[in-house]
Structure formats: structure tokens, C-alpha cells
């Protein structure tokens, strides 16, 4: 105990006079997650408050060009642009705005859209109350109206998520334009037998959120952001660990560690200590600057409720891990520039994979495995089942062990190597 | 003279038919080495680049383990008694083996603590150490502040705070100043004249010579020839020092290897 306390002493006082080192663990962990949720905000604002402009083409000039219209400018997200140099843009000039990059997108509705559309609708209502004996035998015949299309040009850098979000939300209004028309037909040609038909939607969805006491738990950035940038940065510690494992190397410091009358471990088990209180030390502050300064910045607070028990031994579990592979990184590596790039790069691939990123559902289905086997993804979903999904322990649970189990596995091979490394 | 001394009474170490062939290597870089090193003496492994010192010392420390053949340190087996034997050696490699941002103070501390050592009797243990050395009004300084002298001499204290009986030096006063110089090999003197038993390593002959009361030329990791400098000198025709002795033995071809 006396060895482990020296060890535990001799790492904090290196780590206290490596300013490189603590700007790596506290520093740059704050300034990335201020940073990352603070543009992820101002996206959100810049979706709701200012607008974004989109071409409007509209060779229709009836009833359905008037109706997307309106309803692009009710959205409030969009700004309708038609004219440019005070004239009418055509089809083509439009495109080649939005190929450009100048302009998102833009819709551009065919010519006789409304005209169509009532005569496809006017056909199968007059053909249905005929069917039903309330239509009269008069009724003229229009015959097969051709398929109409609206098109939608985008800006080629528009990300993928922006695109499908337009083309669901046109694709919708569409629909209800279409439904709409039906409707005022059928209340036309039956406003003399019926009450008036009522137009509203009959079927609406409610997102429903999980509760924690009397609260509903509402995910928003912060509360996806500080999990996910917290883990980021315990397992950051990958990179001064190692370092410091290697220095030990150059120095000539393991060479007199390893004739010492105490096993390895002793010299791991302090530098794991050490290391873990940097990691729990890191996640208090990101959780205070979520919870104090966040608000100050015009941000979401970091909800924690009564879920700080559960959210440190998450923490604690996921420093194990990311000790772990430090351990192991710095005992195979044999110099900084082994071990620094190596470090830094691995815990980028294990966020991607781990699904800091992008969510594993929206991965690949061979990546979603691959995922599976990341202890960053494994941290990542038992903070998000405290935080988001307000599960106990007995959920947490299998993904702690996890991460303890990879701690142990690093740590050993780290053994087994040093143990090789003297038979050589 | 005597090639080998294996059978000498009361050697401190006994190496019997000791090998060590590293993975890659084509040649074994010990090979059935055997050697007694009598206990208190200060005893000098000398040999040219690649004559396998380094490797023997690295075997005696436990730092890596023999490919075959045994050692004894005061009549413990490496095999079975190992944690009794790191208890009771001290090694002083050639590099400086600190911690360029802790005092030095803070260096030995820890050292000693690794040792088993603590409290006040580390402490003062640590003092007296620096002092004998002129070093203890700075012992609040950063080992990085050191000059290379200075951290020769911290180097040494790490190795000896726990009073060894076996000292292992590897070139311990490689690039130092004069002074640094015989201020350690001062110190070791002292500190042989306590009981303990000092190996060391060097290419400096003539400091060989004066330091060692008894040396071993290594070559091709096997003993040439061993006892005083006294005994290999009068043991070679016109030989009047031991480099010449150790020139006759090796030859004076280059030994560059990588």
C-alpha cells in the first residue's frame, strides 16, 4: 500500500508539471464540448430564425403553386425567392443558381399543376357518385390525365439529412393539397345532401417522452452532447498515459523500475489510480459546465436530476477502459511518435465507431457490429440510458462490466508483453 | 591468473555455465559464462563493445532472463528467489534513470519508498546521501536543471539508498567532470569499505585500474581472464598496464556492432 501511495504520488506530481498534459485533459475537452454544442445550437437557430431561401419556379399560377407557397412561407424556415433583377427566374436559371451553391434549392411546379389536378380529381368523383347513383349520366368524360411532377433541385453540398427532410415535407404537403382538392369536389358536388365535410387530419402523431419523478425527460443537445464529448475526453487520457509509459522507457526510469522489489503492477495500479482521478476529475467539470455555464451561454443545461450517482459510475467505469488501452498503448509503443498519433487517431475511430458521431442505427449494418464491439459505444449508451432513457443500474449494469472486463483484458496483455519483453 | 573463479569461497555471486542468446541474434551474447565474484570486493567487468557486460549485468539485475545456466546472489536463485535478491541489490545504470521534472529530492524519495522505505528514516537517509555528495542545497531542484555531474550522483543515490550488498554500475561516471568524478568514485570507495560489494562496468582502464580490486575481461561472452590488475598485468609479457593486458586479449580491431 505504502509502494501504491509513492507511485500514486510520483504520477500526480508528473502530471501536475506536464502543462501540455493537463491542457490535453481539462483544456481542450471544455473548449471542444463548449465549441460543439454551441454550433450545434446555432444550427438549430439558424434552421427556426433565420430563414432559408429557396427558389420558387411556378409555371402553374393556380391553386396548388399558391397552396405550396403558403405553406413553404407558413413553415417559417424558408424565404420564397421567384424574381431575380426584378423578372421571373426561369427553370434553367434556377438550376444553375442552386448547382452553384448560391441558393440551397428550388421547387419548380409545372405548368397546369392545378388545372390537372382538378380534372384527375373531378374524374373519379364524378366516376365514384356514379358508381354510388348520385352522379348524373351528363357528367363529361376528361379521360387518363397525365402524371404531374413537381421538381426539386439541390445544391450538390446540401448534406444528405437536409435533402430528405424537404423532399418528406414537400412530398406531404403535396399529399394534403391533393386530399384538400378531393374534399372541396366532393363538398361541391354533394353541398345540397350532406353537412360540410370536415377537412382537418383525423390521424396526428405524439412524441411521447420517457418521465423521470413528475418530469418529462426532453432530449436536446446538451443532454446528447456533454455524455458523448465527456467520453471523448476520458478516453483522450489514452494520450498522455501512454506518452507518459514511454517517456518512462526513454528516460531509463523503467529499466530501474523493473530491478525493483515490487511487481509491474505496482507501478501500473499507480499510475490507473492516478489517471482515474484525472478522468472523474474531468467529468465533474464537464458536467458543471453543462449544468452553470451552459445556461450563461444562452444553451440548454445539462438535466442531471438525481442521476449524478449513477452518471460518476459510468464515468468511472468507462476511465477503467480508456486506462486500459492506454496501458497497453504505452507499453508496446517505443517512442512519442509511436504512441501520441497512434493514440489520438484510435480514440477518433473508436467515437466514430461508438457512435459519437453518427447514431450506430443510421451505420451500416456491418459497422452497427463492428460498433457493438467499441468501449466508447459502450459508455456512450449507458450514459445515454441514465441521462435519456432513465434506466437504473440493473440496465447499466452488462455495459460496466463490460468496460471493466476490457480494462482487465489491456492491462494483462500490457503484463504479458513487459513479461515477453524480458525473455527476449 | 584464473579464467574462471566459479568455485572461490564466499562469492557473493555464482554464475554457472550462464547463456543468453537474444531472438534475433545469430551469436549468443553470454555463452556458458561462469564466474564467482568474491563478496566486499570491487569488482571490475571490462571488455570491448559487445563483449556481453551490459547483457551479464541486465541478467544479474533481472531486467531480462537468461536463455540458459543459472546464477546465485548470497546463495539465492534467480529461479526460485528472486524478489529476495532485487531486495538486496541496487543498480545504477547508465543512463540517468530520473524523473527530469521532480526534484531530486522528490526522485529519491519515491526510490526509496519503492524499496520499502518511509518515513523519517528515508528522509534522513536521502540527506545524508545528498550531503556526501554536494548535493543537498539542491535537492528542491528540478533534476532537469542538473548538469550531467549532478545526475550522476543523484543516479548513484537512487541505487544505494536502500544499502544493497551488491551495487551493479554501469559506467558510472561515463561523461562527467573531474570533480563529479572522484567525488563518486569516493563514495563508492566508502561505500565498499562498509561490506558491500560493488560490479561495475566501464571503458576507462586506467579509472579500472585504480578503482577495482578485482576485474574479469569479457569477450564474446565468455571470461578471457580474471583477478587483480596486479595478477593480469604481471600474467602478460611487457605488459605494465591493464589496457595493455586488456589490448593483448582483445586485439585492437574495431569492434563496431549493430
Given at each position: 500500500?505504502?509502494?501504491?501511495?509513492?507511485?500514486?504520488?510520483?504520477?500526480?506530481?508528473?502530471?501536475?508539471?506536464?502543462?501540455?498534459?493537463?491542457?490535453?485533459?481539462?483544456?481542450?475537452?471544455?473548449?471542444?464540448?463548449?465549441?460543439?454544442?454551441?454550433?450545434?445550437?446555432?444550427?438549430?437557430?439558424?434552421?427556426?430564425?433565420?430563414?432559408?431561401?429557396?427558389?420558387?419556379?411556378?409555371?402553374?399560377?393556380?391553386?396548388?403553386?399558391?397552396?405550396?407557397?403558403?405553406?413553404?412561407?407558413?413553415?417559417?424556415?424558408?424565404?420564397?425567392?421567384?424574381?431575380?433583377?426584378?423578372?421571373?427566374?426561369?427553370?434553367?436559371?434556377?438550376?444553375?443558381?442552386?448547382?452553384?451553391?448560391?441558393?440551397?434549392?428550388?421547387?419548380?411546379?409545372?405548368?397546369?399543376?392545378?388545372?390537372?389536378?382538378?380534372?384527375?380529381?373531378?374524374?373519379?368523383?364524378?366516376?365514384?357518385?356514379?358508381?354510388?347513383?348520385?352522379?348524373?349520366?351528363?357528367?363529361?368524360?376528361?379521360?387518363?390525365?397525365?402524371?404531374?411532377?413537381?421538381?426539386?433541385?439541390?445544391?450538390?453540398?446540401?448534406?444528405?439529412?437536409?435533402?430528405?427532410?424537404?423532399?418528406?415535407?414537400?412530398?406531404?404537403?403535396?399529399?394534403?393539397?391533393?386530399?384538400?382538392?378531393?374534399?372541396?369536389?366532393?363538398?361541391?358536388?354533394?353541398?345540397?345532401?350532406?353537412?360540410?365535410?370536415?377537412?382537418?387530419?383525423?390521424?396526428?402523431?405524439?412524441?411521447?417522452?420517457?418521465?423521470?419523478?413528475?418530469?418529462?425527460?426532453?432530449?436536446?443537445?446538451?443532454?446528447?452532447?456533454?455524455?458523448?464529448?465527456?467520453?471523448?475526453?476520458?478516453?483522450?487520457?489514452?494520450?498522455?498515459?501512454?506518452?507518459?509509459?514511454?517517456?518512462?522507457?526513454?528516460?531509463?526510469?523503467?529499466?530501474?523500475?523493473?530491478?525493483?522489489?515490487?511487481?509491474?503492477?505496482?507501478?501500473?495500479?499507480?499510475?490507473?489510480?492516478?489517471?482515474?482521478?484525472?478522468?472523474?476529475?474531468?467529468?465533474?467539470?464537464?458536467?458543471?459546465?453543462?449544468?452553470?455555464?451552459?445556461?450563461?451561454?444562452?444553451?440548454?443545461?445539462?438535466?442531471?436530476?438525481?442521476?449524478?450517482?449513477?452518471?460518476?459510475?459510468?464515468?468511472?467505469?468507462?476511465?477503467?477502459?480508456?486506462?486500459?488501452?492506454?496501458?497497453?498503448?504505452?507499453?508496446?509503443?517505443?517512442?512519442?511518435?509511436?504512441?501520441?498519433?497512434?493514440?489520438?487517431?484510435?480514440?477518433?475511430?473508436?467515437?466514430?465507431?461508438?457512435?459519437?458521431?453518427?447514431?450506430?442505427?443510421?451505420?451500416?449494418?456491418?459497422?452497427?457490429?463492428?460498433?457493438?464491439?467499441?468501449?466508447?459505444?459502450?459508455?456512450?449508451?449507458?450514459?445515454?440510458?441514465?441521462?435519456?432513457?432513465?434506466?437504473?443500474?440493473?440496465?447499466?449494469?452488462?455495459?460496466?462490466?463490460?468496460?471493466?472486463?476490457?480494462?482487465?483484458?489491456?492491462?494483462?496483455?500490457?503484463?504479458?508483453?513487459?513479461?515477453?519483453?524480458?525473455?527476449? | 591468473?584464473?579464467?574462471?573463479?566459479?568455485?572461490?569461497?564466499?562469492?557473493?555471486?555464482?554464475?554457472?555455465?550462464?547463456?543468453?542468446?537474444?531472438?534475433?541474434?545469430?551469436?549468443?551474447?553470454?555463452?556458458?559464462?561462469?564466474?564467482a565474484i568474491p563478496r566486499g570486493e570491487i569488482f571490475g567487468l571490462l571488455g570491448p563493445?559487445?563483449?556481453?557486460?551490459?547483457?551479464?549485468?541486465?541478467?544479474?539485475?533481472?531486467?531480462?532472463?537468461?536463455?540458459?545456466?543459472?546464477?546465485?546472489?548470497?546463495?539465492?536463485?534467480?529461479?526460485?528467489?528472486?524478489?529476495?535478491?532485487?531486495?538486496?541489490?541496487?543498480?545504477?545504470?547508465?543512463?540517468?534513470?530520473?524523473?527530469?521534472?521532480?526534484?531530486?529530492?522528490?526522485?529519491?524519495?519515491?526510490?526509496?519508498?519503492?524499496?520499502?522505505?518511509?518515513?523519517?528514516?528515508?528522509?534522513?537517509?536521502?540527506?545524508?546521501?545528498?550531503?556526501?555528495?554536494?548535493?543537498?542545497?539542491?535537492?528542491?531542484?528540478?533534476?532537469?536543471?542538473?548538469?550531467?555531474?549532478?545526475?550522476?550522483?543523484?543516479?548513484?543515490?537512487?541505487?544505494?539508498?536502500?544499502?544493497?550488498?551488491?551495487?551493479?554500475?554501469?559506467?558510472?561516471?561515463?561523461?562527467?567532470?573531474?570533480?563529479?568524478?572522484?567525488?563518486?568514485?569516493?563514495?563508492?570507495?566508502?561505500?565498499?569499505?562498509?561490506?558491500?560489494?560493488?560490479?561495475?562496468?566501464?571503458?576507462?582502464?586506467?579509472?579500472?585500474?585504480?578503482?577495482?580490486?578485482?576485474?574479469?575481461?569479457?569477450?564474446?561472452?565468455?571470461?578471457?581472464?580474471?583477478?587483480?590488475?596486479?595478477?593480469?598485468?604481471?600474467?602478460?609479457?611487457?605488459?605494465?598496464?591493464?589496457?595493455?593486458?586488456?589490448?593483448?586479449m582483445v586485439g585492437k580491431e574495431l569492434r563496431d556492432y549493430a
Amino acid at each position: 500500500m505504502h509502494k501504491l501511495w509513492a507511485s500514486v504520488k510520483k504520477e500526480s506530481l508528473l502530471l501536475l508539471r506536464d502543462a501540455g498534459a493537463l491542457i490535453i485533459l481539462f483544456v481542450m475537452p471544455l473548449a471542444l464540448i463548449i465549441t460543439v454544442t454551441l454550433i450545434q445550437q446555432g444550427s438549430f437557430k439558424t434552421l427556426s430564425n433565420a430563414k432559408i431561401p429557396v427558389l420558387l419556379i411556378d409555371h402553374d399560377h393556380g391553386s396548388v403553386s399558391k397552396g405550396i407557397r403558403e405553406n413553404l412561407e407558413g413553415s417559417g424556415s424558408f424565404d420564397i425567392v421567384s424574381e431575380k433583377e426584378g423578372r421571373l427566374l426561369t427553370e434553367k436559371e434556377a438550376r444553375n443558381e442552386v448547382f452553384s451553391g448560391r441558393y440551397p434549392m428550388a421547387v419548380i411546379v409545372p405548368e397546369n399543376l392545378s388545372e390537372d389536378l382538378t380534372r384527375k380529381v373531378q374524374v373519379n368523383v364524378d366516376k365514384i357518385l356514379k358508381d354510388v347513383g348520385i352522379g348524373e349520366d351528363s357528367l363529361a368524360t376528361f379521360g387518363d390525365v397525365e402524371t404531374k411532377e413537381i421538381r426539386l433541385y439541390f445544391d450538390p453540398a446540401t448534406q444528405l439529412a437536409f435533402k430528405s427532410a424537404v423532399k418528406n415535407s414537400i412530398d406531404k404537403m403535396v399529399s394534403e393539397l391533393e386530399v384538400q382538392s378531393v374534399y372541396s369536389l366532393f363538398q361541391e358536388q354533394l353541398s345540397d345532401s350532406v353537412a360540410l365535410l370536415s377537412q382537418k387530419s383525423f390521424l396526428h402523431f405524439k412524441e411521447i417522452m420517457p418521465v423521470h419523478g413528475s418530469h418529462e425527460l426532453i432530449p436536446n443537445a446538451t443532454q446528447h452532447n456533454v455524455p458523448a464529448w465527456t467520453l471523448f475526453a476520458i478516453f483522450f487520457i489514452v494520450i498522455p498515459l501512454s506518452i507518459n509509459l514511454v517517456k518512462e522507457k526513454g528516460q531509463g526510469t523503467l529499466v530501474r523500475l523493473r530491478t525493483l522489489p515490487m511487481p509491474y503492477s505496482v507501478v501500473i495500479m499507480g499510475k490507473t489510480l492516478t489517471f482515474l482521478v484525472i478522468c472523474m476529475i474531468q467529468f465533474y467539470l464537464m458536467v458543471a459546465v453543462g449544468v452553470y455555464l451552459f445556461p450563461l451561454l444562452g444553451l440548454e443545461p445539462l438535466q442531471v436530476g438525481g442521476k449524478l450517482p449513477l452518471m460518476s459510475l459510468v464515468a468511472l467505469c468507462s476511465g477503467f477502459a480508456a486506462i486500459g488501452f492506454g496501458i497497453l498503448l504505452g507499453t508496446v509503443s517505443q517512442t512519442q511518435e509511436q504512441s501520441a498519433p497512434f493514440g489520438a487517431t484510435s480514440v477518433v475511430i473508436l467515437a466514430a465507431i461508438g457512435g459519437v458521431w453518427v447514431p450506430v442505427f443510421a451505420m451500416p449494418v456491418f459497422m452497427q457490429f463492428v460498433s457493438g464491439l467499441s468501449p466508447m459505444n459502450w459508455g456512450l449508451n449507458a450514459f445515454y440510458d441514465v441521462i435519456l432513457r432513465n434506466s437504473g443500474l440493473g440496465t447499466i449494469f452488462p455495459r460496466l462490466v463490460l468496460l471493466l472486463v476490457f480494462f482487465v483484458i489491456m492491462v494483462g496483455i500490457s503484463i504479458l508483453y513487459d513479461e515477453k519483453k524480458r525473455a527476449v | 591468473m584464473n579464467a574462471t573463479t566459479e568455485n572461490k569461497t564466499d562469492a557473493v555471486v555464482r554464475i554457472h555455465s550462464l547463456s543468453k542468446k537474444y531472438r534475433e541474434a545469430e551469436e549468443y551474447s553470454v555463452n556458458e559464462l561462469s564466474l564467482a565474484i568474491p563478496r566486499g570486493e570491487i569488482f571490475g567487468l571490462l571488455g570491448p563493445n559487445g563483449a556481453g557486460k551490459t547483457t551479464l549485468i541486465s541478467m544479474l539485475c533481472g531486467l531480462i532472463r537468461p536463455t540458459s545456466g543459472d546464477f546465485t546472489i548470497n546463495g539465492w536463485s534467480y529461479r526460485s528467489e528472486g524478489e529476495k535478491i532485487r531486495k538486496n541489490i541496487g543498480v545504477v545504470p547508465q543512463e540517468y534513470a530520473l524523473y527530469p521534472s521532480l526534484t531530486a529530492r522528490e526522485n529519491l524519495l519515491y526510490f526509496g519508498s519503492m524499496y520499502g522505505m518511509k518515513g523519517k528514516d528515508l528522509e534522513v537517509k536521502v540527506d545524508e546521501h545528498l550531503d556526501h555528495l554536494g548535493l543537498l542545497k539542491y535537492a528542491e531542484k528540478k533534476i532537469e536543471t542538473y548538469s550531467g555531474g549532478m545526475k550522476r550522483r543523484i543516479n548513484l543515490i537512487a541505487g544505494i539508498l536502500h544499502s544493497p550488498m551488491v551495487l551493479f554500475l554501469d559506467e558510472p561516471t561515463v561523461g562527467v567532470d573531474i570533480q563529479s568524478k572522484n567525488v563518486i568514485i569516493d563514495f563508492l570507495k566508502a561505500y565498499n569499505r562498509q561490506g558491500a560489494t560493488l560490479i561495475y562496468t566501464s571503458h576507462h582502464l586506467i579509472e579500472a585500474q585504480e578503482f577495482c580490486t578485482r576485474v574479469a575481461i569479457l569477450d564474446r561472452g565468455q571470461v578471457l581472464t580474471e583477478g587483480t590488475a596486479q595478477e593480469l598485468i604481471s600474467g602478460v609479457s611487457q605488459a605494465r598496464s591493464l589496457e595493455d593486458v586488456f589490448l593483448s586479449m582483445v586485439g585492437k580491431e574495431l569492434r563496431d556492432y549493430a
